[in-house]
């Protein structure tokens, strides 16, 4: 699998894989973010950010299709809520009354953080599980999928770094059930997550 991460000063495309608690990277490259091209995670010069990516494309021979888009610094409403074990339907209702007050504007989405997979169905409504939820504008989402679309590109995937840091946190063994630092640098954007168990 393919997948992009586009900051303010770097483009990274990772191919790799992941599988039975192990990163298999197969292919790394960076590449500079033409300047003013990103501002915070929106797209400030669609026309040189497409040109880089495709350059990038063709000179890599990278698939066209399957890619996965990983933004970061966007302009997202996020929070950590606690929720109760109910359906994912029931959960974005949840956020859109949370975050979302112009209903159908926003994309709206979750990643859990702790939940108790051991409760039996019957008793789910007794429990609440921790989840990180975020809501972003449809018109920013539809920006980065225009900007890899005009260079024959399909974005099957997008997440936030956060969402990601979140699934790695997840997936690793040796992170479950810890507490750990997260620290993120590219160029001069710090970032650092505290993870408490």
Known sequence: MISVHISNEKIHIVNGDAKFGVFN?????????????????????????????????????FPTKGISLVIDNAPVVGKVMRVPLVSHKKILRIINRELSPQEGENVLDYAVLHAD?????????????????????????KSYVDLFESNGIR????????????????FLRSLREKTYIVITLDGSSFASYLFVN
């Open 117 to 141: 997979d051991n409760i039996k169905k019957k008793d789910q409504k007794k429990y609440d599980m921790d989840i990180y939820a975020c809501s972003v504008q449809k018109s920013l989402l």
């Open 25 to 61: 990277i197969y292919e790394y490259l960076n590449a500079p973010t033409p300047d003013g091209s990103m501002l915070n995670g929106v797209i400030t010069d669609a026309l040189a950010l497409r040109e880089e990516i495709g350059d990038i494309w063709k000179t890599n021979k």
């Open 155 to 170: 974005i099957t995937s997008i997440n936030l770094s956060i969402n990601s840091i979140i699934k790695i946190g997840h």
